[in-house]
């Protein structure tokens, strides 16, 4: 019998183990330097603006793309896939790091047991328990070789404990490894949230784009049946050739192939937005019919240190952290480990004394398991986790070139497509003057139809270029927002 003094001191000598050896187990950070020089600016020129804010798609004052926009962080799958993999990751990691803890069981038992004692050789004559020759109870004579038993019942509650005494700390270092993981996890999946935002944003106006080039195709049909009805009242009246004649019609029917080809192109892309909001993908979204005027703007000084900013570069340096752990964890594994094995409960033949303190018992085991010989395993296992950190720092340094790589590109194509869509406007201008002019020379007699329709298939191609480079702007834009990891407020620069 124990009595609970005892017991308490029990309990105190095992927590005090556990804080004394928590002691023992020092933290392990390892920090890696990534790249040694980063440059003041980046290398293309920035124009300077007045105000910028972090919510960039508000900027683009298109009410039909808020409202979806958040539509879409509501109901997209692939969000909701995101949310469901943070939560396994998390969970994951609890379950590697659990280990670190003593694991504590409780138990009830209760058993009923008959025996009879012919089991073990005894007959009820050896026993003095009666004869053949006298009678029984009931009159007749009992045999010598009749079965005695007797019953038996036993019940008992208990509670025990298993922990694995982390003195080097190797489990403290794979706990940590399993949180790093976690929050490489989480980095890679914020990353990755933001780059299907940008996928939508880019998604969204380029069946913005389509649309418009399908009703670009519409109106380059109707100008070519203009054109058609000119050649052909002058075709009455003996002014003009049956040559351009056939050549406006043909030119009107080559229109509605065009015309069918953007419908198609229109349709599939409103598809393709429609799957990602998680809609059934039927093409009858009604999206915004132009181009925002305003786009998200850029402050002059950029944000270069991309390590603080980007969540896929905390992943890669999170993941250089976890085997530096890993890699402690397998060099504590060449020393002894010492495992408690403890319970406390109670045992009784009577089930209503189960609680009953004078029939507790107790046990506590301790166990040392020194590895001696293991054919080189874990010394092999120590140069695998070190190649594995050199490999994550190798990943991580590949990954910040990158993305220095991706915002250099992004800052010159942006510039890039700013000086071609002023340009393209020039064409626009210049191309509809000559044109309107052509028409009218035409009409006078005076210049022949290949000038009209060449001049008109100019117009409608800078107009359809000028669609295509507003949605590159937009898209350029929100593709530097992602490169350069996610919002930033310029005041905060």
Known sequence: MVDNSTKKNWILFIFGIVIFFQGCS?????????IDSIPESWSVKVDSVEKFTGNWWDTFEDSTFSQYYFDFQSNSP???????????????????????????NTSASNSNRK???????????????????????????????????????????NIGMQWEVDIWGKLLNAR??????????????????????????NTYYTAVENNMQYL??????????????????????????????????????????????????????????????????????????????KYPKIPAKLPINLIERRPDIKAAINGVEASGYRLAQSKRELLPAISLTSSVGTSSQELKDILN????????????????????????NVAVKKDEVSLAKINAMKKLLQAFSEVEQSLAIDNSIERQYRAVLEAEKQS?????????RYEKGISDLITVLNSQQQLFSAKSQKYSLQNQRIQARVNLFLALGGDFDISKN
């Open 176 to 201: 940590r490894a399993a949180f790093k993981d976690f929050e490489s996890t989480l980095n890679d999946l914020a990353y990755l949230k933001f780059s299907i935002g940008v996928q939508y944003v």
């Open 432 to 440: 509809e003057a000559a044109y309107n002019l052509a028409v009218i």
């Open 115 to 157: 025996q009879n004692l012919a089991a073990f050789g005894f007959s009820s004559s050896m026993l003095g328990l009666g004869n053949e020759n006298e009678d029984s109870d009931n009159g007749q004579p009992t045999n010598e070789n009749s079965v005695v038993s007797f019953t038996s019942q036993n019940s008992g509650l």
């Open 357 to 380: 303190g004078d029939y507790s018992i107790w046990n506590l085991a301790t166990n040392v398991t020194i590895p001696i010989f293991q054919g080189g395993r874990l010394k092999a």
């Open 78 to 104: 692939d969000l909701k896939s995101i949310l469901n993999q943070s939560s396994m990751a998390k969970n994951s990691a609890k379950i590697i790091g659990s280990s670190i803890y003593p694991s504590l």
């Open 216 to 293: 670009l195709a519409i109106e380059t049909s109707e100008a070519l049946n203009s054109i058609k009805n000119i050649v052909l009242n002058r075709y009455d009246s003996g002014l003009s050739s049956s040559l351009d004649l056939r050549l406006a019609e043909s030119s009107l029917a080559i229109s509605r192939v065009q015309e069918e080809n953007r419908l198609i192109q229109k349709s599939n892309a409103i598809r393709n937005l429609e799957i990602l909001m998680g809609k059934y993908p039927s093409a009858s979204l009604e999206i915004s019919k132009s181009f925002p005027e």
């Open 26 to 34: 020092p933290p392990t950070h390892y920090n890696s330097e990534i």
